[in-house]
């Protein structure tokens, strides 16, 4: 199982790093978790291309989340490449319609097949799916994802949420665990996690993780990942690491 970082980013550029975006690969399976600003060219430098790929998920419906869905869309249509599944929490089989609204010319050439989810379990692209609500500032879906039928290896994505022990304990035994890690400790936010709230979740939900990556990193957090590390440390001794656009694990 492959996981690679397309997009570690937010809504404010930084030029170092997009918007949101997260490829996990078996070996014949490809699906993408988002699709912010800046993710379709980075899924292009992949071996595999945008052609090769089975599916979306998305965590939420905020457009850093989801910008190129649609010019991922396009691309695979005038590549010739076959249609393409999209999952995501209620309401995104309305949203992707109302999107083709804006569009019309693209209702012709692209037919994905589009599926809500609700928290629970069911398969996409050869991936068993666990998909869990998370706490942010509209409705969203943190996600479990283990090759179809596998004990084997796990990967957790949260999406942006706040630190929760309830969905943290989700990633209990998994490889690794994709983690909302937006601000440092002395920004206020209500709807994502800092280091001192996630350090603080994880020692509560007292899981196994091998590694942590920290991702959906604000400007804010340039210069301070030493410090948010340390915060993180304070309440969890497991590994943590910040994740940066490009970098690829195996495992």
Same mark, same amino acid.
């Given at each position: 199982?492959?996981?690679?970082?397309?997009?570690?980013?937010?809504?404010?550029p930084t030029g170092e790093?997009?918007?949101?975006? &997260? *490829?996990?690969?078996?070996?014949?399976? !490809?699906?993408? $978790? +988002?699709?912010?600003?800046?993710? /379709?060219? @980075?899924?292009? %430098?992949?071996?595999?291309?945008?052609?090769?790929?089975?599916?979306?998920?998305?965590?939420?419906?905020?457009?850093?989340?989801?910008?190129?869905?649609?010019?991922?869309?396009?691309?695979?249509?005038?590549?010739?490449?076959?249609?393409?599944?999209?999952?995501?929490?209620?309401?995104?089989?309305?949203?992707?319609?109302? &999107? *083709?609204?804006?569009?019309?010319?693209? !209702?012709?050439? $692209? +037919?994905?097949?589009?599926?809500? /989810?609700? @928290?629970?379990? %069911?398969?996409?692209?050869?991936?068993?799916?666990?998909?869990?609500?998370?706490?942010?500032?509209?409705?969203?879906?943190?996600?479990?994802?283990?090759?179809?039928?596998?004990?084997?290896?796990?990967?957790?994505?949260?999406?942006?949420?706040?630190?929760?022990?309830?969905?943290?304990?989700l990633a209990a035994g998994?490889?690794? *665990?994709?983690?909302?890690?937006?601000?440092?400790?002395?920004?206020?936010?209500?709807?994502?996690?800092?280091?001192?709230?996630?350090?603080?979740?994880?020692?509560?939900?007292?899981?196994?993780?091998?590694?942590?990556?920290?991702?959906?990193?604000?400007?804010?957090?340039?210069?301070?990942?030493?410090?948010?590390?340390?915060?993180?440390?304070?309440?969890?001794?497991?590994?943590?690491?910040?994740?940066?656009?490009?970098?690829?694990?195996?495992?």
């Open positions: 199982m492959k996981l690679t970082f397309l997009g570690t980013g937010t809504a404010l790093r997009n918007q949101t975006g &997260l *490829l996990v690969e078996t070996d014949d399976r !490809r699906l993408m $978790v +988002d699709c912010g600003s800046g993710v /379709l060219g @980075a899924l292009a %430098t992949t071996d595999r291309g945008y052609a090769d790929l089975d599916a979306v998920l998305l965590t939420h419906h905020h457009l850093d989340h989801l910008a190129d869905l649609l010019p991922l869309l396009k691309a695979r249509w005038l590549a010739d490449a076959p249609s393409l599944s999209i999952a995501g929490p209620e309401g995104t089989a309305e949203l992707f319609a109302d &999107l *083709l609204d804006v569009h019309e010319y693209l !209702r012709e050439h $692209v +037919d994905p097949v589009v599926t809500d /989810l609700e @928290a629970g379990e %069911t398969t996409l692209a050869g991936l068993d799916v666990h998909a869990r609500d998370v706490s942010h500032s509209m409705a969203g879906l943190g996600y479990r994802l283990s090759p179809a039928g596998s004990s084997g290896p796990a990967v957790v994505c949260s999406g942006d949420t706040v630190a929760d022990p309830a969905f943290l304990s998994a490889d690794v *665990l994709v983690h909302d890690c937006s601000f440092p400790d002395d920004i206020e936010t209500d709807n994502h996690a800092t280091p001192s709230s996630l350090g603080k979740a994880l020692s509560e939900a007292d899981i196994d993780v091998e590694t942590i990556f920290l991702t959906h990193l604000y400007p804010q957090t340039d210069g301070r990942h030493q410090e948010m590390l340390a915060s993180i440390g304070e309440h969890y001794q497991g590994e943590v690491k910040f994740a940066r656009d490009g970098q690829a694990i195996t495992f």
